[in-house]
Nanobody, 118 residues
């Protein structure tokens, strides 16, 4: 089992920045892909960004150029740096982990709220 704990959410004005963290513990040796999802009220959960153990990244078009995903393998932590935040970025952000690309995410965090005021 893998446990994921997010932190770093909060309230920020439009144009501001936040950094989310996701600390992984447990059977982390099995994890090669980690990602961030978000879910806004009344909307489906959407993928924001992913990062592989090799450092490859991919982003949703809506956040490209504004968000950066990174990982610190020594700390078993993945980060999501969010800059130039917009009102439409308001959502609960979830950390997720899985063994490899091409399969559904196996593990999920509890989520952290990000609220961007306009």
């Amino acid at each position: 089992q893998v446990q994921l704990v997010e932190s770093g959410g909060g309230l920020v004005q439009a144009g501001g920045s936040l950094r989310l963290s996701c600390a992984a513990s447990g059977s982390i040796f099995s994890i090669n892909v980690m990602g961030w999802y978000r879910q806004a009220p009344g909307k489906q959960r959407e993928l924001v960004a992913i990062i592989t153990s090799g450092g490859s990244t991919n982003y949703a078009d809506s956040v490209k150029g504004r968000f950066t995903i990174s990982r610190d393998n020594a700390k078993n932590t993945v980060y999501l740096q969010m800059n130039s935040l917009k009102f439409e970025d308001t959502a609960v952000y979830y950390c997720a982990a899985k063994r490899k690309l091409g399969v559904p995410f196996d593990y999920w965090g509890q989520g952290t709220q990000v609220t961007v005021s306009s």
